[in-house]
């Protein structure tokens, strides 16, 4: 906890003077400005520092080993390379980890979509009897160092459970993807290869930006991608119970895709060259299936290739090494 009195000074002496200020986040114009972003938890420099910290904090855990962190790591676009996560029981979770990355324009969150703000998001694996499984009246004594931090992040001397998902929130909603070699396209600074210029023309003519559409390669859609015809995982039917749910679950940025394998709700595909083999042949039918994934694609192995080096233009390194979104107490 070294690191963290010794701002604790700084930042009261900034609170006394100002309150907490403003946090500008920035991205390029392309990404839109349809953000969810909730009045009562603006962004603030004080709450996104909080929140940073509290995303590393291993308190936050019941063996006092795990923290939000643990699953989600900055190296790999903020998953963990497992097909399933473990929980602080060794329990493996029923579903592979998701990206963190351009959290300002998501709807809705996990696979089912059963949370609606980030807010909502962060209390769920902390409380969660098998993910980091501690109730936040367990949590508030052991974080009581970080008191003068909360007090300059939102001006009140106690330390709630609302308040610390507030925080952590906040730093979510900061990690900004935008400095891939895409992006550099986008603002005519780079200039793909021609394999890579196949790729970006294959995906944008086709069914793949139905889904994954527009610079952000993201829509707020679920969707069943024909993984299955049975489904041992019902996906977003578990949540509204809709016959037309079943098999259908969000669909995921492609943001930083060739970093954050293995892919699908389940992890079932190692390589992205299986994700698009899958796409190209292995499609089931299903009552649910996506109606732009009913018509056959037919890429050649080149097209494949081109498109697999278009998604490699989606990695960012800055945003995987930026030391604001890095471990505090590393």
Same mark, same amino acid.
Not at 6 to 13: H, K
Not at 199 to 222: E, M, Q, R, V, W
Not at 234 to 247: A, I, S
Not at 276 to 289: F, W
């Given at each position: 906890?070294?690191?963290?009195?010794?701002?604790?000074?700084?930042?009261?002496?900034?609170?006394?003077?100002?309150?907490?200020?403003?946090?500008?986040?920035?991205?390029?114009?392309?990404?839109?400005?349809?953000?969810?972003?909730?009045?009562?938890?603006?962004?603030?420099?004080?709450?996104?520092?909080?929140?940073?910290?509290?995303?590393?904090?291993?308190?936050?855990?019941?063996?006092? #080993?795990?923290?939000?962190?643990?699953?989600?790591?900055?190296?790999?676009?903020?998953?963990?390379?497992?097909?399933?996560?473990?929980?602080?029981?060794?329990?493996?979770?029923?579903?592979?980890?998701?990206?963190?990355?351009?959290?300002?324009?998501?709807?809705?969150?996990?696979?089912?979509?059963?949370?609606?703000?980030?807010?909502?998001?962060?209390?769920?694996?902390?409380?969660?009897?098998?993910?980091?499984?501690?109730?936040?009246?367990?949590?508030?004594?052991?974080?009581?160092?970080?008191?003068?931090?909360?007090?300059?992040?939102?001006? #009140?001397?106690?330390?709630?459970?609302?308040?610390?998902?507030?925080?952590?929130?906040?730093?979510?909603?900061?990690?900004?993807?935008?400095?891939?070699?895409?992006?550099?396209?986008?603002?005519?600074?780079?200039?793909?290869?021609?394999?890579?210029?196949?790729?970006?023309?294959?995906?944008?003519?086709?069914?793949?930006?139905?889904?994954?559409?527009?610079?952000?390669?993201?829509?707020?859609?679920?969707?069943?991608?024909?993984?299955?015809?049975?489904?041992?995982?019902?996906?977003?039917?578990?949540?509204?119970?809709?016959?037309?749910? #079943?098999?259908?679950?969000?669909?995921?940025?492609?943001?930083?895709?060739?970093?954050?394998?293995?892919?699908?709700?389940?992890?079932?595909?190692?390589?992205?060259?299986?994700?698009?083999?899958?796409?190209?042949?292995?499609?089931?039918?299903?009552?649910?299936?996506?109606?732009?994934?009913?018509?056959?694609?037919?890429?050649?192995?080149?097209?494949?290739?081109?498109?697999?080096?278009?998604?490699?233009?989606?990695?960012?390194?800055?945003?995987?090494?930026?030391?604001?979104?890095?471990?505090?107490?590393?």
């Amino acid at each position: 906890m070294k690191a963290l009195f010794l701002i604790t000074g700084f930042v009261i002496g900034l609170f006394c003077i100002n309150g907490p200020r403003p946090y500008h986040i920035d991205y390029p114009a392309y990404f839109g400005g349809n953000v969810f972003q909730p009045e009562d938890n603006p962004t603030t420099i004080e709450g996104v520092e909080l929140g940073r910290r509290l995303f590393y904090d291993t308190r936050l855990s019941a063996n006092n #080993k795990m923290s939000c962190g643990t699953c989600h790591q900055q190296k790999l676009a903020f998953t963990d390379g497992k097909t399933f996560s473990l929980g602080h029981d060794g329990t493996l979770q029923p579903r592979n980890t998701m990206a963190i990355e351009n959290m300002l324009w998501v709807k809705y969150y996990f696979w089912d979509g059963r949370a609606s703000s980030l807010e909502e998001q962060a209390l769920v694996p902390m409380t969660s009897a098998h993910e980091m499984g501690q109730p936040l009246e367990t949590t508030i004594p052991k974080l009581a160092a970080y008191k003068p931090l909360f007090k300059a992040a939102f001006g #009140k001397d106690s330390i709630t459970g609302d308040l610390i998902v507030k925080a952590i929130a906040q730093f979510e909603r900061t990690l900004i993807s935008d400095h891939s070699r895409y992006d550099q396209y986008l603002q005519g600074t780079y200039k793909p290869s021609p394999a890579e210029q196949h790729g970006i023309d294959l995906f944008y003519s086709g069914a793949c930006s139905h889904c994954h559409g527009g610079p952000k390669t993201y829509s707020n859609l679920f969707a069943n991608n024909g993984l299955d015809s049975l489904f041992k995982d019902e996906g977003r039917r578990t949540l509204t119970d809709l016959e037309g749910d #079943k098999g259908n679950f969000r669909v995921t940025s492609l943001r930083n895709i060739a970093l954050t394998a293995p892919y699908m709700h389940d992890g079932r595909f190692k390589t992205l060259e299986e994700v698009l083999d899958h796409y190209n042949e292995h499609i089931i039918s299903s009552a649910t299936l996506s109606p732009f994934l009913r018509r056959p694609f037919t890429f050649s192995a080149t097209d494949k290739s081109d498109i697999i080096s278009f998604l490699h233009m989606l990695t960012d390194s800055t945003f995987t090494s930026d030391p604001r979104f890095s471990d505090p107490f590393n």
